[in-house]
């Protein structure tokens, strides 16, 4: 089984482009989670979808961040304007239907924005 | 609010030592996870602990889970150089997984 993809793996911007960041869950699962890893502020939970309903954006860090998941099987989060400090790596995660808390990473997109 | 507490942060270690790295949190919970991040690469399931007194192993790492000491531990039998990462512990509450900062160990030669 294929497991979540995520699109671009690398992404280089200037400051002031809007950036698209995408993610295929795994198959089945009903949960979607938005991370982003840096070396100062660690890795942090931006938003989190069950059964494609955002359920907690408290991790959102501006409103120039912005996620969607338009049905079970895709999900975006968009940066607009990007600035240097969005600079990061984003991990989407997904887990199963209610039973199991486990979590399941993509590769990340390390996003350079300068 | 669940808070997870890792500790130490950073760790050094001889190839053939012996450590372990700890996990405390906050309020009650029977189910924690322990991921591996190798350095440029994503998450990876390491192990999961479902109840009071779980115990897995997995070659020179074993992972236990003390739900009333609220306390998790990663124990490192005879380091190699393979396992130079960073760990994560996870605990499940009422909310997602909430997770530590993460264990970045090196183990020289």
């Known amino acids: 089984d294929a497991g979540v993809i995520q699109s671009p793996r690398h992404e280089v911007t200037e400051m002031g482009q809007e950036v698209t960041l995408r993610c295929k869950p795994i198959s089945g699962h009903n949960s979607l989670f938005w991370y982003r890893q840096t070396m100062m502020r660690g890795l942090e939970l931006l938003i989190y979808f069950n059964n494609n309903v955002p359920i907690d954006d408290s991790g959102m860090p501006e409103d120039r961040f912005s996620a969607k998941m338009p049905n079970a099987s895709f999900s975006t989060l968009k940066i607009q304007p990007s600035e240097p400090r969005d600079s990061a790596v984003y991990f989407c995660a997904s887990s199963p239907s209610s039973g199991s808390d486990e979590q399941f990473f993509g590769p990340g997109t390390r996003l350079t924005v300068l | 609010e669940l808070k997870v507490e890792q500790n130490p942060l950073f760790l050094s270690m001889q190839e053939g030592k012996n450590y372990t790295i700890y996990c405390n949190y906050s309020t009650t919970s029977d189910r924690l996870y322990w991921y591996r991040q190798d350095p440029g690469k994503s998450l990876e399931s390491l192990f999961v602990?479902?109840?009071?007194?779980a115990v897995k192993q997995e070659g020179r790492l074993m992972a236990s889970l003390d739900t009333k000491a609220r306390l998790s531990t990663l124990h490192i039998t005879a380091a190699v150089h393979d396992l130079s990462a960073t760990y994560f512990c996870?605990?499940?509450?009422?909310?997602?997984?909430?997770f530590g900062k993460g264990t970045r160990l090196s183990v020289i030669a």
């Open positions: 602990l479902l109840s009071n007194g």
């Open positions: 996870a605990v499940a509450g009422n909310t997602p997984l909430v």
